[in-house]
């Protein structure tokens, strides 16, 4: 299929009630979309420099390869399909992406990278995501039955899963010397369960979220190394580490 290549960066600002669809895959230096919606067709994205789409909506259905070194801000109306990073970003505020892929280099500066689940293997990536001052990669949504291979961060990891949903992770997570946090998403009711069928290696293992009721549960399935488990908030009572 065709691909159109631009030497410069694509900048949308498509104000109004017209939407704006990719007729073909895209090549391009940089993509800001400030305003309007954006289609992108299920075509195939590359950008080689800054992906800021902090604005308007993308609907998406393809893949958006970042493969040059740049900043990212992604809003959550406009994350991708797919978000493959082969190059090396740094996100400079809040950024949303349905999946995550590639092997390159993502550094979160105080900032949150969420990845929000439409369907199973959500996080293939096999590159260096690391995070400084309040950076964190936070997996929400993760609705019943939702299933991942293992994967390997560098920074505080959050695990978010509906009331009495079970998201199982069949390999590996490592996050060694971090955080990883698993709560529920709603105050109140029966934990979200994170199965860790392939084991887990991290620092800090807490179940739930502090000053608030929204408990976490934990199925040790491989083997784990954790350094310590804490329940944040003692009033809670329904926070679970079950040793399946």
């Not at 990212?72 to 892929?101: D, E, F, Q, W």
Request: charged content about 10%; overall charge neutral.
């Amino acid at each position: 299929d065709a691909t159109a290549t631009f030497d410069s960066a694509v900048v949308i600002n498509n104000a109004g009630t017209t939407s704006f669809t990719a007729g073909s895959a895209i090549r391009c230096t940089g993509f800001t979309l400030t305003a309007g919606v954006y289609m992108d067709g299920g075509f195939a994205h590359t950008v080689s420099g800054d992906f800021l789409p902090a604005a308007g909506a993308i609907t998406s259905t393809g893949n958006w390869t970042l493969t040059g070194t740049g900043n990212l801000s992604i809003a959550l109306a406009c994350r991708p399909a797919t978000l493959t990073v082969s190059g090396t970003y740094t996100a400079t505020a809040n950024s949303y992406a349905k999946a995550m892929a590639g092997s390159g280099s993502l550094q979160l500066v105080n900032t949150t990278f969420q990845i929000v689940p439409a369907a199973n293997s959500f996080c293939t990536f096999t590159g260096t995501l690391a995070a400084s001052g309040t950076g964190k990669l936070l997996i929400g949504d993760l609705v019943n039955g939702r299933t991942n291979a293992g994967f390997t961060v560098e920074c505080p990891l959050d695990l978010r899963i509906s009331p009495s949903g079970t998201a199982t992770f069949s390999g590996m997570i490592t996050a060694a010397g971090k955080q990883v946090a698993v709560y529920t998403d709603t105050s109140g009711v029966n934990p979200g369960t994170a199965a860790l069928a392939g084991g887990i290696r991290c620092g800090n293992l807490k179940l739930g979220v502090a000053a608030s009721t929204l408990p976490g549960k934990v199925i040790f399935g491989g083997n784990c190394y954790v350094a310590t488990i804490a329940r944040s908030n003692a009033a809670e009572t329904t926070n679970v580490v079950d040793f399946a």
